[in-house]
């Protein structure tokens, strides 16, 4: 199963690179997917490092048709097509019924996370949309927080400034994903009211066996600190990266070591196992 995943993803990606064609049938199969409900939340979760404590999730976007398909693989398209727009809504507002969902079955309370693209800066009412479904869903707006990366920044726009500020001024949280992948100035973190830096998974998987990746990590734990972020790491594998990263005070840790993403009933049953 692991290796047919492997060339299915394989499969899609070559098919997105290809020619014209291809694309348009994707494009086409994307829409179809959004319009038939096609599209499906995994959640993984983010533990405190000190207590081991599951503190919150990351919604990740999963196409029902093709589970073992990153996303990574056709967001671009769905970018390019605009249908990042609804597609973008449509997670927002499933996360954040998710969480009311677990919250309904008295399950600890727990932040939801969710990956925003670049391009759902320049919709005009990103701001109405998540107020919209933050009202509806009647989720507390500290409860979510949104993935940015470094890209947004980089165009250095007076009006994506603008817009984060406003997220923050509901109560919502800004969290820097990839960080240190970007090439953006550091001086970005002054201008940018961020909450919280996700240190890069490329940089993890080196962390105990790299001194380059294992100063960076370090270097990016020291500055989260010095600014008063808190700081996540990603990808964490293995038991040597979880205790590297604990000695050397990260906040947070998310990665397969701890579970993998998950539908929502598997994490539920994942999540009261570990509770129990
Ligand atoms: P990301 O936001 O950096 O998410 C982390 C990716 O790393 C996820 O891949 C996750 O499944 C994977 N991962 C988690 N733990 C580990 C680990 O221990 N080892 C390794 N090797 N990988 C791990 P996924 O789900 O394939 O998503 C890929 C990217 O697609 C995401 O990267 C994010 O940029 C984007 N994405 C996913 N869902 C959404 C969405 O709803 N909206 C938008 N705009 N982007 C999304
Ligand atoms: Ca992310
Ligand atoms: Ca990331
Ligand atoms: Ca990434």
Redesign the pocket.
């Known amino acids: 199963a692991k290796a047919m995943g492997r060339n299915n993803y394989q499969f899609y990606t070559q098919e997105i690179n290809k020619k014209d064609n291809d694309r348009l049938t994707l494009e086409t199969d994307l829409r179809k997917a959004l319009d038939r409900d096609e599209f499906q939340l995994?959640f993984?979760p983010k533990i405190n490092l000190k207590n081991g404590k599951v503190v919150g999730v990351?919604?990740?976007?999963r196409w029902k048709n093709h589970p073992n398909v990153?996303?990574?693989a056709y967001?671009p398209l769905l970018e390019e097509t605009g249908l990042?727009i609804p597609v973008?809504e449509w997670?927002l507002r499933t996360a954040c019924n998710q969480i009311r969902a677990w919250q309904a079955e008295k399950l600890p309370a727990l932040h939801i996370a969710?990956?925003?693209?670049v391009r759902?800066f320049s919709q005009k009412d990103l701001i109405d949309t998540i107020s919209r479904i933050l009202n509806e869903t009647g989720l507390e707006p500290y409860l979510l927080e949104l993935?940015i990366t470094e890209s947004l920044l980089m165009d250095n726009k007076e009006s994506n400034i603008a817009i984060l500020t406003n997220i923050k001024n509901m109560g919502v949280r800004i969290s820097m994903?990839?960080f240190g992948t970007g090439y953006s100035s550091l001086s970005y973190l002054k201008r940018f009211p961020i909450h919280t830096l996700k240190i890069d998974?490329s940089f993890v998987k080196g962390i105990t066996t790299n001194a380059d990746d294992a100063a960076i990590a370090g270097a990016i734990i020291n500055l989260a600190h010095s600014l008063r972020l808190n700081v996540v790491a990603?990808?964490?594998?293995t038991q040597e990266q979880h205790d590297f990263l604990l000695q050397n005070d990260c906040n947070q840790a998310?990665?397969?070591?701890i579970s993998?993403?998950l539908p929502a009933a598997e994490f539920e049953t994942w999540l009261k196992a570990r509770n129990a």
């Open positions: 995994h993984q990351e919604a990740l976007l990153s996303p990574a967001i990042i973008g997670v969710v990956n925003l693209s759902q993935e994903d990839d998974q990603e990808g964490v594998e998310q990665g397969y070591l993998r993403p």
